[in-house]
């Protein structure tokens, strides 16, 4: 059995949903060793989340976008103010979406589905940069 990890530092985005699978896949290149496995990312923030999602039509990210802030408005009376309006509505969105994905690695690649990749959910409207911690684990060639 073979573990694989690294830490990774991901730039400043937008609010919104972004594409990060490239990403992990150039962060970890020893999951192309692995002949079955797991791969499992995580977050270290709680105003942000990761999720898998549609990765071909680009209307899936604003369409998600719209979603999650009619469920999380700005506008509703929270307490947690002190960091700004959407600072709440952001831990409430990476709370229903999570911290973390895994996805089974087969043959060195990861075994997404055919229209799937792994999201950035970036719920803060000026987000500093993001933290994520990938780990691989299985049986390597």
């Known amino acids: 059995m073979a573990w694989f990890q690294q830490r990774v530092g991901l730039a400043p985005r937008s609010r919104g949903f972004h594409l990060i699978t490239p990403e992990i896949e150039a962060a970890l290149p020893e999951i192309g060793r692995l002949r ?4 499992h990312v995580f977050i270290q923030h709680t105003s942000a989340s990761l999720c898998l999602n549609e990765n ?5 990210p604003p369409d998600l976008e719209l979603a999650f802030n009619e469920i999380a408005r700005e506008n509703l009376p ?11 509505p952001a831990h409430v969105k990476s709370a229903l979406i999570g911290s973390s994905v895994s996805v089974p690695v087969a043959g060195g690649r990861l075994c997404l589905g055919t229209w ?5 959910c970036e719920h803060r409207n000026r987000a500093a ?11 390597a060639d």
């Open 36 to 39: 079955v496995g797991i791969l």
């Open 56 to 60: 071909a039509d680009p209307d899936v």
């Open 78 to 88: 929270f307490t947690h103010t002190v960091e700004g309006p959407d600072d709440m």
């Open 116 to 120: 799937q990749g792994i999201y950035l």
């Open 129 to 139: 940069s993001r933290r994520i911690v990938v780990t691989a684990h299985g049986e």
